[in-house]
């Protein structure tokens, strides 16, 4: 408690900075990635797409997303964390605007593939900064809540934004915005985040205990943070199908999904804080317990009781990742944090990227309620492995 009685008119003013930068980075970066959903029909009806060539467009943001995270997160270390964000949030919004003047799929494939190298900066960036700046308040979980909530907030209103516009100009013009946009952001990021050497002052004069580390403990994370996101992952692919064997259609999937979101965002914010008032372990069997159990109740319920649930089923299905989330700082080192958030969300990132192929196969040969059961199942994994994180956060006393 004493740590957090008397804390500085500045210090706070820089932490509201860090935490306004990071989650408006995350916002921007998240909305710039699923607006590629309303784009992909219109790619593929302008330039005569094959699905598969709409699958490779759509691969090529998320996979180099992941794949180049690590290397943003040792670039920071040599280059600095605000040039680098800023930079990728930059490149992000210059490759939006090559898509804008694509001819033809190499165009498009190559300004996807540059967006995808710019996004690889935010989330590991983002998170060690963000925790950085909190981690002698002793908020860093709730911080870390409120930039996930950020990044659902963007998934919504870019792409819902986007789609308004094509109403009124072009999918090019679009586009254009979209680039212009994410360099906007790029110039925010730069006014808003603190100088990095006050920053690092303030971390060396920190003797706060969090972030000693635990090896088993950041790998046990890592693997629930995969299992999750995959079977969120999967859930999401089946649930239209679902939906459309109960009766449902066209607009009832797109309500349905609607309200599951809803229940995602804010399922994202109050699990972040519920896991910083009732523990990790608690929390993540509170919230894939009862996500097993509605994903089984989903395949037995009607339309109408499906409908009715599906707001919790977000919130819990989504809220465990904001819980996890803030214990990586929990058991990485500070000068090892960069490195375990990106190792973090490129096993997530590649959780939920392998989940519809692999469970799609299963759905194939089983069938889809047979396969949303098995997703239901390896839900219960995570209790073990929440219960070994747990262990190494403990360790550090």
């Not at 971390?203 to 205990?209: A, F, M, Q």
């Not at 819980?323 to 375990?340: C, F, I, M, N, S």
Request: glycine share 14%; charged share 10%; proline share 4%.
């Amino acid at each position: 408690m004493n740590d957090t009685v008397a804390v500085p008119a500045p210090a706070l003013s820089t932490r509201r900075r860090t935490l306004i930068a990071g989650c408006s980075a995350h916002a921007v970066h998240d909305g710039l990635t699923d607006v590629i959903y309303v784009l992909l029909p219109i790619w593929q009806s302008q330039f005569a797409l094959s699905y598969a060539q709409v699958g490779l467009l759509r691969g090529a943001y998320s996979g180099m997303m992941a794949v180049f995270q690590l290397m943003a997160s040792r670039a920071a270390k040599r280059w600095g964390r605000v040039p680098m964000l800023v930079g990728g949030t930059a490149l992000a919004g210059a490759a939006y605007l090559v898509v804008g003047q694509a001819t033809g799929l190499m165009m498009l494939l190559l300004a996807l593939l540059l967006g995808g190298l710019g996004a690889s900066t935010q989330h590991p960036l983002a998170s060690s900064m963000i925790s950085d700046a909190y981690e002698d308040s002793g908020g860093i979980k709730q911080a870390l809540s409120q930039y996930n909530f950020s990044g659902d907030i963007g998934k919504t209103l870019v792409p819902g934004l986007v789609g308004l516009l094509l109403t009124v100009i072009s999918w090019r013009a679009s586009a254009t915005f979209l680039g212009l946009l994410g360099l906007a952001a790029a110039g925010l990021l730069w006014w808003l985040i603190p100088s990095q050497s006050h920053a690092s002052a303030t971390r060396k004069k920190t003797n706060s205990p969090i972030g000693i580390g635990s090896a088993a403990g950041l790998r046990a994370l890592i693997l629930t943070g995969t299992l999750d996101s995959a079977v969120r992952m999967g859930f999401l692919t089946f649930l239209p199908f679902l939906l459309q064997a109960k009766g449902a259609g066209t607009a009832g999937i797109g309500l349905a999904l609607t309200l599951l979101f809803i229940g995602g965002a804010f399922g994202k914010l109050l699990c972040g804080y519920l896991g910083a008032r009732v523990g990790m372990m608690r929390t993540v069997w509170l919230t894939e317990s009862s996500t097993a159990l509605l994903i089984v109740a989903a395949v037995y319920l009607p339309l109408t009781g499906l409908m009715v649930m599906l707001p919790l089923l977000g919130l819990v299905l989504n809220g465990t990742s904001s819980v996890l989330y803030g214990a990586v700082p929990d058991l990485a080192g500070a000068e090892k944090r960069e490195q375990a958030f990106a190792v973090f969300y490129t096993g997530t990132i590649g959780g939920g990227a392998l989940a519809p192929v692999v469970f799609g196969g299963v759905g194939d040969t089983l069938g889809v309620p047979v396969a949303v059961m098995v997703l239901a199942g390896v839900l219960w994994v995570t209790l073990p492995l929440a219960w070994v994180v747990q262990r190494g956060t403990q360790r550090e006393d």
